[in-house]
């Protein structure tokens, strides 16, 4: 009797254990899944960790980006889809700090008190869509890296779009100069605002090529020479009166424009396609360009965005932003700070 029901709780107690290992296995199964897609995300990526503790501190970051992404996804509450981009071993703020660069805050008192003119006000046909690209007025989608200059990729892709609105040549032009060589307001990787390139660029009395001049993405010193071998010129700037997006599509009806907006969210660091209609606010951080607008068979209007984030962040590079919104700012502020050059 004795000898059976040791037997008996031998068998117990080894059941329990059974129940415990089985537990702890496919606690852990998950992580082991993850672990190696991260390795397959670092491959394809190319990123490289300096350490075990890094890569450990990286794991843990991707982990949550990649289960935010695939639970917003299957959620399905939203018309737009993110993804595991090549920003997703990023905390949200360590993003904010690098990619963007619209600085807000140094905007100078006089120009934000400026009354520009606004040549396309009594602008009142419009269609139903419009794509800059279609039109030949759009370069290929660049890439800023880690340097905060967005102002410029957002200025220099506006002039490019009024320079082959003048000229018929479709030429890309250099941020690179603006970076070191617009510098009297304008910071470089630390920030700037569109205007001010836009200033420089009249002062200068052009921009030259992409070419002449390529991208480092990195502070450097001006060259003077290539500064002065201008391929194309603009003669002015302009405002498009804030906060009101059907003033703004009267801009992009004619030309391509800069726009600034609240890129700080995590949706639209992993936003991959459909149309954008949130999370963000409008403490602007990021500019941009809108090269055109449209809406979506279901009726959803976008204005369709061109990013400086490479071709593998959002929809080839771009984004549909939402259009029409409720609010006078637009959304995530992209009717209160735009403008365009004017050749
Ligand atoms: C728009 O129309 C008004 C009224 O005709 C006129 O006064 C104004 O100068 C026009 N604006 C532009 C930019 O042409």
Known sequence: MASITTWKLLLAVMAVLGFWASLAAARTAPDASMIQRHQKWMVENGRVYKDDAEKAMRFNIFKENVDYIESFNEAAARPYKLAVNKFADLRNDE??????????????????????????ENVSAAPASIDWRKKGAVTAVKDQGQCGCCWAFSAVAATEGINQLTTGKLVSLSEQQLVDC?????????????????????SNKGLTTESNYPYQGVDGTCNSKKESSD???????????????????????????????????????????GVFTGECGTELDHGV???????????????????????????????????????????????????????
């Open 95 to 120: 993003f904010q700090a690098s990619r963007n660069g619209y600085r807000m805050g140094s905007l100078p008192k006089s120009s934000s008190s400026k009354v520009s003119s606004f040549r396309y």
């Open 231 to 273: 391929a194309a010129k603009i003669t002015g700037y302009e405002d498009v009166p804030a906060n009101s997006e059907s003033a703004l599509l009267k801009a992009v009806v004619n030309q391509p424009v800069s726009v600034a907006i609240d890129a700080s969210g995590s949706d639209f660091q992993f936003y991959s396609s």
């Open 182 to 202: 617009d510098t009297t307001q304008d910071q470089g990787c630390n920030g700037g605002l569109m205007d001010d390139a836009f200033q420089y660029i009249i």
């Open 289 to 343: 360009t809108a090269v055109g607008y449209g809406a979506t068979s279901d009726g959803t209007k976008y204005w369709l965005v061109k990013n400086s984030w490479g071709a593998s962040w959002g929809d080839e590079g771009y984004i549909m932003m939402q259009r029409d919104v409720g609010a006078a700012e637009g959304l995530c502020g992209i009717a209160m700070a735009a403008s365009y050059p004017t050749a």
